[in-house]
């Protein structure tokens, strides 16, 4: 069973293109990690600042063991050109 792991983030004003760099640094950590099955990120047409980031994985499980692998500061790029924190949720494949 497939379950994914859904972020919607905003960039500060000016800080587009380093959102995107700073998620695009993250899905290449994430791709290769036990249980991961893929990563899409995707960018609001009508809101060049609001980006959605899927990981999709075998579990729950999976995905919370997998953060204790990643390098923390992985995450700093990112932190910093966010508008306030990401929504967040583990979600059930019913169609696909």
């Not at 050109?81 to 990401?86: F, K, N, S, V």
Request: negative net charge; charged residues 25%.
């Amino acid at each position: 069973m497939t379950i994914a792991r859904h972020y919607v983030m905003h960039a500060k004003a000016g800080m587009e293109a380093a959102l995107d760099a700073a998620l695009r640094a993250v899905a290449q950590a994430v791709r290769p990690l036990p249980g991961c099955e893929g990563v899409e990120m995707l960018r609001d047409l009508a809101n060049e600042g609001r980006f959605i980031f899927i990981e999709q994985w075998t579990d729950v499980d999976a995905h919370k063991a997998a953060g204790a692998k990643l390098d923390k500061s992985l995450f700093a790029p990112m932190m910093a050109a966010l508008d306030g924190p990401p929504e967040s949720a583990y979600l059930d494949y019913l169609l696909r």
